[in-house]
């Protein structure tokens, strides 16, 4: 086994980057890129405060019980490894509901740091979910209950939008510039989504905040690329083998890729030379990724739940499922993509599918499957609408709808259960119990939720009509059927 090992850099840092969203994909992306900076550069202003809004307390308070250093794990394939030591964390801060009921344990310190003139980027990582914005539309969900409570009490903020409008008041209010905001989930326009929510939710304590948040804070757009699932087990005890005893270490891919819009105001890591690709344009590559990359995931995430397949190098093992991904690429998402000349979408396509068939990664389907009502109008239905617009027939699109609504029943083909993750779950489970036994009906409820699926895709005959086929064929024949009509198709 080749295993290569880069410790952390001896040198600590000043904090110039706060994070919200301390989960696995940070860990393994954004500090690693950091890290690297600080071995290389003599600038040691970019250090990170990472903090949690939800969930992980424990992580934020191991990290600090470890001093802040943790390991990452990079796997080409099981046979080889870079094992990174990460150091460049400096802060892990946790403002979420704690297991008292309170929320806010680590605000006032969080909102202090947000208001340090010496951060100059704040980065996201809070899942789609975490902006509140309608999937389908983009627009912020006022109604949403945290959302209410935050403009209610926006001094004390639970979102990340409210969040970052708290901490641009204070800013604006003490006369210090504001920091960029760097979005790094995986949503279309995602800088642009980002501004929205925050000057949305802006606007409702204060027009003139808001104005001056949509005229001097830059949201620079990203296409952010490694995948990184969540921990096992099993990956722990790879490590311990390895030598790495370390509750909050992570484990990726070899592979990773940051595109970011080169918009920073108040300036940035000189972080080029760490492979971070600045463009003026990042959304021909963000648009690429989610079509190409996460439309395949979610094509096999609810495909292969449903018949019990565990993880994505499983799933692409089968033939008939790899077959179905590269059909789905070069047919029905590669032509709905606008890229630069050069770009070769095949080539993209091949080595997407070798990242999948990564022996060493254990990524979830399940995982995937989570928060489907926000992850699918980007994935897979805004390009679909614009090519059912032309004419084209979308078998392969149509058949992961099929299965999206099969799955949001909680039960696979063979009857066995499982939860279903997704903010809108609740909906679902009620169009089950009425539509159970009524395949067209069924559809017909899931494609009129107009807040994820545009209603212009909704209305086009020949789409409903091939979901409705597709559901019938995959609830009567199971996987291999369908899958095997669809190459009589
Ligand atoms: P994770 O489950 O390890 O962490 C999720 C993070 O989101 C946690 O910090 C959690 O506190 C936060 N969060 C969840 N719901 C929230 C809410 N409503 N408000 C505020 N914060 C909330 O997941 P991971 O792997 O870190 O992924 C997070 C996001 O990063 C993904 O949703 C995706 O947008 C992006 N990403 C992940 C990749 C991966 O392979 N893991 C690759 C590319 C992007
Ligand atoms: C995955 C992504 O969880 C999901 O929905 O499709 O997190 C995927 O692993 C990353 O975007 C890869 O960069």
């Known amino acids: 086994m080749s295993i290569t090992r880069y410790p952390a850099a001896p040198r600590r840092g000043a904090i110039?980057?706060?994070?919200?969203?301390?989960?696995?994909?940070?860990?393994?992306?954004?500090?690693?890129?950091?890290?690297?900076?600080?071995?290389?550069?003599?600038?040691?202003?970019?250090?990170?405060?990472?903090?949690?809004?939800?969930?992980?307390?424990v992580l934020v308070d191991g990290l600090a019980a470890a001093g802040h250093r943790y390991h990452v794990a990079e796997y080409a394939d099981s046979q080889t490894v870079a094992l990174r030591e990460i150091g460049v964390i400096e802060e892990a801060l946790f403002s979420g509901r704690g297991a008292?009921?309170?929320?806010?344990?680590?605000?006032?310190?969080?909102?202090?740091?947000?208001?340090?003139?010496g951060v100059r980027i704040v980065t996201l990582?809070?899942?789609?979910?975490?902006?509140?914005?309608?999937?389908?539309?983009?627009?912020?969900?006022?109604?949403?209950p945290m959302i209410a409570a935050d403009i209610a009490a926006p001094t004390t903020p639970r979102t990340a939008p409210g969040i970052l409008a708290e901490a641009l008041a204070r800013r604006r209010e003490l006369g210090i510039a504001p920091f960029t905001v760097l979005c790094c989930d995986n949503m279309p326009d995602n800088g642009g989504r980002t501004r929205h929510a925050v000057v949305k939710l802006a606007a409702c304590r204060d027009v003139e905040l808001a104005a001056w948040i949509e005229r001097e804070v830059a949201f620079p757009c990203s296409m952010v690329d490694r995948i990184v699932p969540a921990m096992t087990a099993e990956d722990h005890v790879r490590l311990v083998e390895l030598g790495i005893e370390d509750p909050n270490a992570v484990v990726g891919e070899a592979f990773s890729?940051?595109?970011?819009?080169?918009?920073?105001?108040?300036?940035r890591p000189g972080w080029e030379a760490d492979g971070v690709e600045m463009v003026e344009d990042v959304v021909p590559f963000e648009t690429m990724k989610l079509r190409m990359l996460n439309g395949s995931h979610s094509l096999l995430a609810y495909l292969g739940a449903l018949e019990g397949i565990?993880?994505?190098?499983?799933a692409v093992s089968r033939e008939d499922l790899s077959a179905l991904l590269r059909r789905y690429m070069l047919e029905e998402a590669a032509p709905t993509l606008a890229m630069p000349a050069g770009t070769d979408l095949v080539a993209y396509g091949d080595s997407l599918l070798a990242r999948f068939a990564n022996d060493s990664l254990r990524h979830r389907l399940q995982q995937i499957a989570m928060d489907g009502s926000q992850k699918l109008p980007q994935r897979w239905l805004q390009g679909a609408l614009a090519r059912i617009e032309v004419g084209e027939a979308l078998p392969c699109t149509a058949l992961g709808v099929a299965a999206w609504v099969r799955y949001t029943a909680g039960q696979d083909l063979h009857g066995a259960q499982y939860p279903v993750d997704d903010p809108l779950a609740a909906r679902f489970a009620?169009?089950?119990?009425?539509?159970?036994?009524?395949?067209?009906?069924?559809?017909?409820?899931?494609?009129?939720?107009?807040?994820?699926?545009?209603?212009?895709?909704?209305?086009?005959?020949?789409?409903?009509?091939?979901?409705?086929?597709?559901?019938?064929?995959?609830?009567?024949e199971g996987l291999a059927g369908a899958l095997s009509a669809l190459v009589r198709d």
């Open 430 to 476: 009620d169009l089950h119990a009425r539509h159970a036994d009524d395949a067209e009906a069924l559809v017909d409820a899931f494609l009129a939720m107009d807040d994820v699926i545009p209603p212009a895709l909704a209305r086009q005959p020949s789409f409903v009509t091939a979901v409705v086929d597709a559901y019938r064929i995959l609830t009567r």
């Open 16 to 57: 110039g980057i706060v994070h919200l969203g301390l989960g696995a994909f940070h860990r393994a992306h954004q500090a690693v890129y950091l890290e690297r900076y600080r071995q290389r550069s003599s600038d040691d202003t970019w250090g990170i405060c990472s903090a949690n809004l939800r969930g992980n307390v």
């Open 257 to 267: 890729q940051w595109v970011v819009e080169d918009d920073f105001p108040q300036g």
């Open 100 to 117: 008292d009921g309170h929320w806010g344990r680590d605000l006032a310190p969080l909102l202090a740091r947000m208001a340090d003139p």
């Open 125 to 144: 990582t809070v899942t789609e979910k975490g902006y509140f914005l309608n999937p389908a539309s983009g627009e912020l969900l006022a109604d949403d």
């Open 310 to 314: 565990e993880t994505v190098f499983d």
